[in-house]
């Protein structure tokens, strides 16, 4: 052997085993990112188990035309851009608009949305649906194995119902409802093929982020989602037809969810059984200033129908979050709601801040596209210090005193744009996907500490 080739032979039995640690390290990583659920079904389990739908395509896709995504079609001058504009008035066009849609999400799925069925990833034989990685990470809320649901806000009894019914006391209305009762939200959302080209690009298949630069400004590698991204979400209350009327007939899913202990949830989880109350749509749309539409259905139990679908009615839709109007704005300089439009024959009759859309599980202080514009991921130290983005859940005041902080929260922000103010300078922006934010900040959480926060409620 020649000394060189000596050399050689030794550096590779030296680097071998370096080499052969980062592997097992990104194997480590890649096993985190893309699990199914925070914990393994127990033995002998036969109900449904959950699996992670992440073979992301890798071409970038065409441009979506009329054909596959007949709702972009739609007038534009629908989604009013500025104040002088009309205030939208629900009619058949907004019907009309969601309904294309609906139908979209709802092909290929099971009509009656049974739990043992649950969500089909595949239509006419191609993969259409996909999840974020690393949303099984975190113990407390991370993604369960029936059906991949991730633990969300809890909700109160007064969102289940109409404000006229909490002005005259619930027990007017159900003397069985405990007007203190908590009701764990469960949820999961899909992107379809054009969102899940942009997951795919943003984390490789090691689980490791992939950052790039896009006018200069640092993002997430696939951002901006292209035309034609369509994202479902759907939510499931642990609240019944008891606790709220219109929840009569709703679909019955099993989750393994916290146990409670009253009120309260514990860190013990349980198969039980959760109902479905919302689905929540968003999609990528020119027509919309901030390039994004977002709209919500509630399940309605008393209205006739055959499937499953017919029993979720239209709430609205919101394509900005109403920087003219308050508390945006002082009150005297507010202005009607006009990037939102609401369907009057909702069954319960509840909206967002100031008459800004919000779903029937979500916080009525907030609007979707508020809350969704605050979609930032941490960038300190290589993306490996999980701190510093704006305070989507709100804050003193939120919805009810001109301030700062809602002049910010009811702003319209525009990827790549920073958070408006500047008060978080080391943020990119993650063009509205708060799930994209939830896997940010779970793998920082592994980076800086190597293991996911343990749970405490
Ligand atoms: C106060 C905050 C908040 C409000 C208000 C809110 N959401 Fe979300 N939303 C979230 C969070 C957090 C997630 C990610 C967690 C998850 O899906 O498990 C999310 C996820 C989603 C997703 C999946 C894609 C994504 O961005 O991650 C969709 C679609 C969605 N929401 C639509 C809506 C719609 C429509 C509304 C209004 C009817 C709404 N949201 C209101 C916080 C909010």
Redesign the pocket.
Known sequence: MTSKLLLTALAASLLLPVVQAQDAAAQDTAALAYRNAVETPPPGWTGPVFRLSHDYPTQAPAACGVKDCPWLATNPSMFNQAPGSSVPVWDAQWSAYMKKIFDYIKEGQDPMLSNQKGWNVEVGGNTRWYHVPW?SYDPTRGREFVHGL?N?RTATISDFHKPLEHHFGLNSLQASVNPNAKFETW?F?VYNDYGAYSIGKSWDKNGLPQVASYDGVRTPAGLPFPTGTV???LLFTTATEKDAPYLKGSPAWQADRHVMNGQNPTCERKVQIVHLVQM???VVDPNSPGRWI???YIWDGNRPGKTAWDHLVPVGL?WGADPWTFPAVPRAESIPVRQSVLNPRRPNAQAGCQGR???PV??KQ???VS??GG?FASTSSALSVPTGTPP??GFPGLCTQYSLENAQYFNNVQFPQGYTGGQYPDVMNLD?????Q?SFFQYAQYKHTGKPAACTQ
């Open positions: 949303m991730t969300e949820a959302g994202v479902a979400k929540d749509i968003a977002f709209g919500t919101q859309l919000a779903g979500d916080n907030a609007s979707c809350c969704h979609a989507i859940f509205t996907s708060l799930q994209l939830v």
